[in-house]
């Protein structure tokens, strides 16, 4: 698929919009965002450029008028978010500039940056940057915006679809390093978001300064054996001493999400009074909040294989 960046014809707004897509998933401060995004100092909602026909972003802000919801996320990373329309007066009012400025990146297929306003940090204002995003539909109350996938080249598939999973990536063994830097970023943007920040075995979690800290993102399949890094069921939010411990297969989950521990004396003796013992046979206690984003049950047996040949 060409980048539909392209389509725009103004240099600065395509750079500005290739600018936004590189802020994936950073939460950044009002003031921050106003000296790199144009148009961030101004109070609107949605700003277009003088000069261009389309719209450069969009805002959520925590004292919104007007209700926008939770973004929605799906398997490919890609997220969904209903956005109101600017208006007077508590009225959406299509005829407004801005309106149509959202209206035209519809009808052209041109994105649009999306940026949610998050707890303030240290008593400063700051947004996360949702990234791109399509403006899908307006449904007559809101415009449906959808966010890029975590391989950004493709389109997402319609929300009513859920993807079959495959567990390998195809094509080409070895990705370009920068895609696969990339890709590894947002699979880790959207693995903390999908698991709420919080390790999915023992459910620490820390937030410092509107980032989550510790956790880390694990590939079920992982990267060397070329697991699938595009699609958020071959992960699962682990912090750091879980995530290690799961590397090198103390512990995994079963088919049931129940964790098994390695049958290993020196492990089990040395991990008696950690969390990993306690959680022998439960199932997972955090876990996404939509079963499809479940870590997928082709990951989980890959992995059960290695665990089991691991301590054969
Ligand atoms: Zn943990």
Known sequence: MPDPID????????????????????????????SEISGFQSQKGIYKPGGSEYALWVRQTARGVYPDEEPTTFEDGSWSFRYAPEGRAGVSDMGLDTNRALVRCHEKGIPVG????????????????????YVEDFDGTHFLLRGEPIDWTVTPEPESVIPVFEPLEL?????AESVRLIRDQRFGVVIRRL????????QLGFRLRGRSVGLEAA???PVESRGNLRDVRNGVLLCRNHHSLFDLYAWTMDEDLRVQVADDAEFRKSAEANHVLKFEGVRLPNLPTAQRDYPATKAIEWRMKEFVRAWA
């Open 171 to 175: 094509g080409t063994p070895s990705l």
């Open 195 to 202: 698991y709420h920040d919080q390790c999915s075995l023992c």
């Open 7 to 34: 389509k725009v014809e103004s240099a600065t707004h395509r750079q500005q919009l290739a600018r936004i897509r590189e802020l994936y998933g950073q939460v950044l401060s009002s003031e921050q965002l106003r």
């Open 114 to 133: 999306v940026f949610r306003q998050t707890t303030a940090v240290q008593g400063r204002t700051s947004y996360e940057v949702l990234g791109l995003a």
């Open 219 to 221: 590939h079920i399949i």
